[in-house]
Nanobody, 115 residues
Framework: QVQVAESGGGLVQAGGSLRLSCAAS????????IGWFRQAPGKQREFIAR???????NYADSVKGRFTVSRDNAKNTVYLQMNSLKPEDTAVYYC?????????WGQGTQVTVSS
């Protein structure tokens, strides 16, 4: 069993930055990848970024060059550094831990970007 919990959301002005954290507990060594997703009101949840246990990363085109995913293995934590934020980045941000064949979601953290 794995648990993940997001933190770091908040209110920021357009052009600003935030860093989200996704802390894993339970059996973090069994996680093969952690992904970040977001869901804006009235929209479907969408993929943002992902980092694998080997350190490979990939990003959605909408955030490439602005967001960076990284990890601290000693803290069992994955980070999402978000720069140059735009009002359209406003959403609830979730992390998901992949433990084949299952996936574990956090409760989400709200990010609001004001114009």
């Amino acid at each position: 069993q794995v648990q993940v919990a997001e933190s770091g959301g908040g209110l920021v002005q357009a052009g600003g930055s935030l860093r989200l954290s996704c802390a894993a507990s339970g059996r973090p060594s069994s996680i093969t990848a952690i992904g970040w997703f977001r869901q804006a009101p009235g929209k479907q949840r969408e993929f943002i970024a992902r980092i694998t246990s080997s350190g490979s990363t990939n990003y959605a085109d909408s955030v490439k060059g602005r967001f960076t995913v990284s990890r601290d293995n000693a803290k069992n934590t994955v980070y999402l550094q978000m720069n140059s934020l735009k009002p359209e980045d406003t959403a609830v941000y979730y992390c998901r831990a992949d433990v084949f064949p299952r996936a574990y979601w956090g409760q989400g953290t709200q990010v609001t970007v004001s114009s």
